[in-house]
């Protein structure tokens, strides 16, 4: 090591470049594997909920007109928008695939371009899809065989979207067809044509029909003639996409298309807020209607904010109202429905209002105080980002600020801002009711008023409602506490007509006896009950206003509480309408079709005439965009590419606990900054070796091409080094060396087209180890213009500059402690992007960040791998050293059966094995109950929840659970679904993901519990636990030096013995008795918590003997024979005397002290027991 220290601080002179001995083969380009991409768009999304809810967003942005966003836009019967959701088959019992069906405001697309792969729209307003990927995506992922058809006026088209058709050795295969025929023309001899072409069609067709090609020509021409029927005949663009044998993966509430419609048709409305009410959208023949939070929320409020993406609000001087911002509009109100429920925040973007991301319970997120019943009175708040400027993923499920330049300060900026307005709110209601009971009350009291609201007509939208609205609001800065806040007392609330439900405000309080020194006075109330003053007005009886559901007399009306505006009557809306549950004439003409539907006309003489089969063409740009937008921060790009080199370096031996490498086969990986001047160092670069031969560089970029059944092989889904790369840098090289054989790859943004696929060259070279390339790479230079401009682009303009680089990465690998390797991978990232966070600013600042990040994010990384950033050494003992009282825990769990219903629910035969790891954590001894889900053979950090008490089923409220408890899940054989970047749970993918989610979720907060009531019985109260986490900081830190030899998964830690655990089925909770258990301590649990004294025997009670206090659990004393007493000793596991432990019989140590380093060493044997433990038995 010291040895490789002085190379670092002297690098040896890199020799002169020998003769030319390398003989360049042939130019390779990396394939895109079609069958492989399929795949990877099915996983994509991690629900079909959410895969048919991008259908739905393609569907919108056809469907909306520019004009649309005018509130006073009335469209015509003739461009009414249209969309219908319903089951598909031509026999009504066994329907099994579903078809949705829109018109467009405008022509559509030919479908060559819709089915473009990574083809994108976005800087075409309103056109279909915003991704270029949305209706390939979703199709994969609902069903195996899909149907495109479209109408623009007098000519068809037809697309197919099959993974039958997908091989792995090309690109994918998405034909189409247009038609040109009279609109009752028949296309059935055109697509006969079509089949006698194409075997693909034919085998197509024939599986649409069930192995009857005359059928699936039948059901075929059934739809084409649907879009000259009914009300879809006078339109003149009509899009119909049909899923034939929707897959039922993600939940185990639907069991086929009728039940998977049912669930659509009940989450739409939510999921949605700008759909106007004059939009036809029907499920399963049911209109919907998309007035969702105007129904629900009590005293809905709207404010209006701007955000800053690029400056703090602590720094800014524009910070309350920035000029380069851009608005938002934040609702809040409470829902009846929840009124237990804590702060919910739900953010929804774009045109049409999509839902993006819902957190259940935002307290913690938005600065607001999570303890008891605070913000727990149902409080509803919503951010609506009309104009579309937060960043989010490609599918849509969440935000990604990562992909920002300061996406940290922009992020910031949302939640102080969210947080203030949602504190403003609640304290005004608050100082109204005086106590958070009696507002509950009251939240819970308007629950028969909202239900009225779901059977009236509304015809106001929450974009251009009158709600509540405050008058002068102002905000003032507190940097001390990090929160932006709002004096109260000096608004005025202005009631608006479109806020349906109100409050009950309270009756005011008698006048007060007059206190010594003071005149008489009238509570206030806080800010709310505060009287100003009002002109005065003549006394009218109580009035009903119809947005307001009683009279307005209930109301005190203060002077800010004067009403804005006249009674309305019913129905509601911003124009004169037909009464309440009038239909409309051509709502009755399409409620009469539904029941009635026409008989299909028979088909008239052929008269289509088919025109050349046409192939969407892949999008070599889009898609390298489309990678980039993957991972939601550079440093989880960089985490793949991280996982990659475990892949390849992991021989399958390490599993074994015995297992050491020789010294040549040490797994060594090293990540540092690349330049060839210091000072400007602007790339990074990972080097690795590997265990057995590199796959050729052909097949490594080959896009969408799956390793998984390849063990250890390079990647795992096959986009792992191409996403990463794109995400980091806009140039990368990829050198290898297989023993003499050398290999060269190159991922370039310059190089992409978008009317090709991806273009990502390698080449080999045959070549002694101390051979030069540069001749080989001048000749591939010559033959290749593209080639030439990477190499000059990597000289920063200077070719020879740039072959010079890249031959000193060539010698690299066959220098220092790489020459003896026979194996070794190397990645260069030409000045990476600093993107998606305002932390770094070069490689050196990125570096760091993931020098710190790393340990925290792998688990099962052995002592022995040598793995460095910027020539540091790493250790991944992160846990060991930092958690106190590390218990370990077994599980199994089952991925398909309910623990409610399964017989062997406690241990599933069926399930598979994980690991749960529990402690306290002194650096957060404040913090709630924190979840952290590793998976697959690296231990990869998936998934982190700061607070997870909620989704575990324990207690929130207070400071219960709030010790700094850290619950940590090893998903050691790697089982658990994932997307594909690995940057979340995957259940969805699943049959029985519902199921299996759950089930996780009960065993870890079954355990959890078990944990933290033992810990908590044996210190009594849940301050004195805190204390004793909080003393034991001191310890920790000494761990941060020591040296460590044991892994998480193999290490010794403290376990119980004899946990039984008992269903709960009425709480929906897995719990075990308490008392029953026997806790071996560990001798890798490095720190421990301070027991406490034994209490002094209490006095006897009237009518009993003198008792010891048991002090619940952890105090029962067991029985243990008696031995000789000795002083009290040091033991190296405890970190202090082990005389302050009291030592029950169940608490006897297993080991004696060792001297540091901490290793699997000699032990003594089972059952010694320390002097100090016989002195207390005694």
């Not at 088209?157 to 040109?180: C, D, M, R």
């Not at 309910?898 to 002194?922: C, E, R």
């Not at 899940?969 to 940057?983: E, Y």
């Amino acid at each position: 090591q010291q040895q490789q220290q002085q190379q670092r601080q002297q690098p040896p002179p890199l020799p002169p470049p020998p003769p030319p001995r390398a003989h360049p083969r042939q130019e390779e380009l990396a394939l895109v594997n079609g069958l492989g991409m399929w795949r990877s768009w099915g996983r994509n999304f991690t629900s079909p909920i959410l895969a048919l809810l991008d259908l739905f967003d393609n569907a919108m942005d056809a469907t909306m007109p520019p004009e649309i966003d005018d509130p006073n836009y009335k469209p015509s019967e003739n461009m009414m928008v249209r969309l219908q959701l319903d089951k598909e088959t031509d026999n009504e019992r066994d329907a099994t695939g579903i078809m949705m069906m829109n018109n467009c405001y405008r022509r559509i697309p030919p479908l060559v371009e819709v089915l473009s792969i990574h083809k994108s729209c976005k800087g075409d307003t309103d056109q279909i899809g915003e991704n270029g990927v949305g209706v390939k995506q979703a199709c994969a992922a609902l069903s195996e065989l899909s149907f495109v058809f479209t109408k623009n006026r007098n000519e068809l088209g037809l697309g197919i979207l099959a993974e039958i058709l997908q091989t792995p050795t090309e690109a994918p295969y998405l034909p189409s067809w247009n038609f040109i025929t009279e609109q009752d023309g028949s296309v059935h001899y055109a697509l006969t044509q079509r089949i006698n072409d194409s075997e693909a069609l034919e085998e197509c067709v024939k599986a649409y029909g069930d192995g009857d090609l005359e059928r699936g020509l039948d059901r075929l021409e059934k739809h084409f003639r649907r879009l000259n029927t009914g009300v879809w005949a006078d339109q003149d663009y009509v899009f119909l996409m049909v899923m034939h044998k929707i897959r039922h993966t993600g939940s185990d509430a639907f069991k086929g298309p009728k039940q998977f419609l049912e669930m659509v048709h009940s989450e739409l409305p939510r999921n949605y807020i700008h759909i106007p009410v004059e939009f036809d959208v029907q499920v399963l023949g049911k209109r919907l209607d998309f007035q969702y939070w105007q129904r629900r929320l009590i005293e809905l409020t709207k404010f209006q904010s701007r955000l800053d993406p690029e400056n703090s609000w602590k720094d800014a001087k524009d910070w309350d109202w920035p000029s380069k911002g851009y608005s938002v509009n934040i609702y809040l109100g409470f829902d009846p429905y929840r009124s237990n429920g804590k702060a919910s925040l739900y953010i929804y973007s774009r045109r049409s209002g999509r839902l993006i991301k819902s957190t259940e319970d935002a307290r913690h997120i938005l600065g607001l105080s999570s303890g008891g019943t605070d913000y727990a009175q149902g409080l509803t708040i919503i951010m609506d980002d009309v104009h579309g400027n937060l960043p989010l993923t490609p599918t849509k499920q969440d935000l990604a600020f990562g992909h920002e330049q300061n996406g940290k300060i922009h992020e910031l900026n949302m939640l102080a801002w969210l947080g203030a307005y949602s504190h403003y709110y609640y304290q005004y209601y608050l100082s109204m009711h005086r106590k958070k009971g009696n507002l509950r009350t009251v939240v819970m009291d308007q629950v028969k008023d909202v239900r009225k609201n779901a059977t009236r007509e509304i015809r106001f939208s929450l974009l251009h409602g009158n709600f509540n609205t405050f008058i002068g609001l102002q905000f003032r800065q507190n940097i001390k506490y990090d929160k932006i806040r709002s004096p109260m007392g000096k608004t005025e609330l202005r009631p608006g007509q479109d806020t349906l439900v109100r409050l009950q405000r309270p009756a005011p309080p008698e006048p007060t006896a007059p206190k010594r020194g003071r005149a008489s006075v009238y509570p206030p109330n806080g800010l709310a009950m505060r009287m100003e003053s009002a002109p005065s007005q003549q006394q009218q009886p109580p009035r009903t206003n119809a947005y307001q559901q009683h009279p307005t007399a209930a109301y005190p009306q203060h002077g800010h509480y004067s009403m804005a505006h006249q009674p309305v009557q019913p129905p509601l809306t911003h124009a004169t309408y037909p009464p309440p549950g009038a239909i409309p004439p051509q709502q009755q003409q399409q409620q009469q079709q539904r029941q009635q539907p026409p008989p299909l006309p028979p088909p008239p003489p052929p008269r289509a005439h088919p025109r050349q089969e046409e192939l969407a063409l892949v999008n070599g740009l889009g898609m390298w965009r489309s990678w980039g937008r993957n991972f939601t921060s550079p440093i989880l790009a960089l985490l793949d590419l991280f996982d990659n080199a475990m892949d390849a370096t992991m021989p399958p031996e390490i599993d074994d606990p015995n297992y050491k490498p020789s010294e040549n086969m040490m797994v060594r990986l090293q990540l540092d900054k690349e330049t060839d001047n210091e000072r400007d160092a602007t790339g990074i670069m990972m080097m690795n070796n590997c265990y057995r031969r590199i796959p050729p560089l052909v097949e490594v970029l080959s896009i969408h091409k799956s390793c998984k059944g390849d063990t250890d092989q390079i990647g795992e889904n096959g986009v792992g080094v191409k996403q990463a790369c794109a995400a980091l840098s806009e140039l990368s090289f990829v050198f290898t060396k297989n023993r003499n054989e050398l290999g060269l790859g190159i991922l370039a943004e310059i190089l992409q087209t978008p009317t090709e696929a991806p273009y990502l060259p390698s080449w080999n070279f045959i070549t002694e180890q101390d051979g030069s390339v540069h001749y080989a790479l001048t000749q591939r230079i010559n033959d290749s213009e593209a080639l030439e401009e990477c190499v000059k682009a990597y000289g920063d303009g200077d070719l020879e500059r740039g072959l010079d680089r890249l031959e000193k990465h060539f010698r690299r690998l066959n220098t220092g402690v790489w020459a003896d390797q026979d194996y070794v991978f190397l990645m260069v990232m030409h000045k990476i992007r600093h993107t998606g966070s305002d932390a770094f600013k070069g490689p050196k600042q990125f570096l760091e960040m993931v020098h710190s990040e790393l340990p925290r994010n792998y688990i099962h990384i052995p002592v022995e791998f040598d793995v460095q950033v910027l020539g540091k050494r790493l250790d991944f003992q992160y846990w060991q050293r930092r958690l106190i009282e590390l218990t370990k825990f077994q599980s199994r769990l089952d991925p398909e059966n309910s623990w409610k219903d399964a017989k062997d629910w406690d241990w599933p035969s069926k399930g598979y094995s994980v690991n749960i790891y529990l402690g306290f954590d002194p650096y957060r001894s404040n913090g709630k109950a924190s979840l952290y889900i590793y998976s697959r053979r690296s231990g990869r950090l998936i998934k982190s929840t700061e607070d997870a008490r909620h989704i575990l089923g324990l207690s929130s409220g207070g400071t219960d659970y709030a010790q700094g408890l850290t619950i940590i899940m090893d998903d050691v054989h790697g089982n658990l679904p994932l997307t594909p970047t690995k940057q979340d749970l995957a259940f969805g993918h699943e049959q029985n993901g519902k199921i299996h989610e759950l089930n996780m979720l009960a065993w870890l907060g079954a355990y959890s519990h078990y944990y933290y009531q033992y810990y908590l019985s044996m210190h009594r109260k849940k301050g004195n636990l805190r204390t004793v986490v909080m003393d034991q900081v001191k310890d920790v830190r000494k761990n941060a030096t020591r040296e460590i030899r044991f892994s998480l998964l193999h290490g010794n830690f403290n376990t119980f013995i004899g946990l039984q655990f008992r269903q709960n089925i009425k709480y929906d909770k897995i719990r075990s008795p308490m008392g029953k258990t026997e806790l071996r301590p560990g001798q890798d649990t490095l720190v421990r918590l301070q027991r406490p004294a034994p209490p002094e025997p209490t006095a006897p009670k009237r009518g009993r003997a003198s008792v010891y206090p048991p002090n619940g659990l952890a105090m029962r004393m067991e029985s243990a024979p008696s031995q000789q007493q000795q002083p009290p000793r040091t033991n190296a596991y405890q970190q202090h005397p082990t005389a302050a432990y009291p030592q029950h019989g169940h608490y006897s140590m297993a080991h004696q002290p060792v001297q540091p380093p901490l290793t699997h060493a000699t032990y003594p044997p089972p059952g010694a027991i320390p002097p100090q433990q016989q002195q207390q038995q005694q």
